[in-house]
């Protein structure tokens, strides 16, 4: 079982500032497979992020996403009130078929 | 556009059944997507329980394979979670998703289940 490891935990940020969320993968993930979702407290989880730098509908440019093999990165340029929030990153394994989660970082305003 | 309705018991008593549907509107289920249930404990992350296409293919999760199964009702537009022999573990908020390739695209709002006697 592929194992996501995000960090930090926690990120302090002010408005404005970018932010760079790390996520890794105990084994090599493919691109293709890897998602990054947005949470805020007491909404659903948005998805950000697929195929580890697609922008999903409606999300704003300044979000983007790279990486490969075991290291992926979320990054969140300019950041807005509204981005501050919990973010997850997901992969896809194949055989068998089934998704993991990393366990979260939390965007929170310094 | 898709949306998603989770519906169910907000209370399930330990060693008993919890039982899930996710009312499917604005699309048809029949349209060889996939289909998620992913649940949250309290304060806690995302855990990926299991997936469903039209046709009844099914994958779970190994953490729970035993205990949980999912099925599909392309006449009610509708998929279900069964989860089995439930412990305090199990409280979470439920969600049912759609999926847009290799991930989640589109979530219900989520319902809060809790065990408890």
């Known amino acids: 079982e592929i194992v996501l490891t995000q960090s930090p935990g926690t990120l302090s940020l002010s408005p404005g500032e970018s932010a760079t969320l790390s996520c890794r993968a105990s084994q090599s993930v493919s691109s293709t497979y890897l998602a990054w979702y947005q949470q805020k407290p007491g909404q659903a989880p948005r998805l950000l992020i697929y195929g580890a730098s697609n922008r999903a509908a409606g999300i704003p440019d300044r979000f983007s996403g790279s990486g490969s093999g075991t290291d992926f990165i979320l990054t969140i340029n300019r950041l807005e009130p509204e981005d501050f929030a919990v973010y997850y990153c997901q992969q896809y394994d194949n055989s068998p078929p089934t998704y993991t989660f990393g366990q979260g970082t939390k965007l929170e305003i310094k | 556009q898709v949306q998603l309705q989770e519906s169910g018991p907000g209370l399930v008593t330990p060693s008993g059944t919890l039982s899930l549907t996710c009312a499917v509107s604005g699309d048809s289920i029949g349209r060889r997507s996939w289909w998620s249930w992913v649940r949250q404990s309290p304060g806690k992350g995302l855990e990926w329980i299991g997936q469903?296409?039209?046709?009844?293919?099914?994958s779970y999760t190994p953490s729970l394979r035993g205990r949980v199964t999912i099925s599909v009702d392309k006449y009610k537009n509708q998929f279900s979670l069964t989860l089995r022999s439930v412990t305090a573990a199990d409280t979470a908020v439920y969600y049912c998703?759609?999926?847009?390739?290799?991930?989640?695209?589109?979530w219900g709002q989520g319902t809060l289940v809790t065990v408890s006697s």
């Open positions: 998703s759609k999926h847009a390739g290799y991930n989640q695209g589109h």
């Open positions: 469903i296409r039209d046709d009844g293919d099914t």
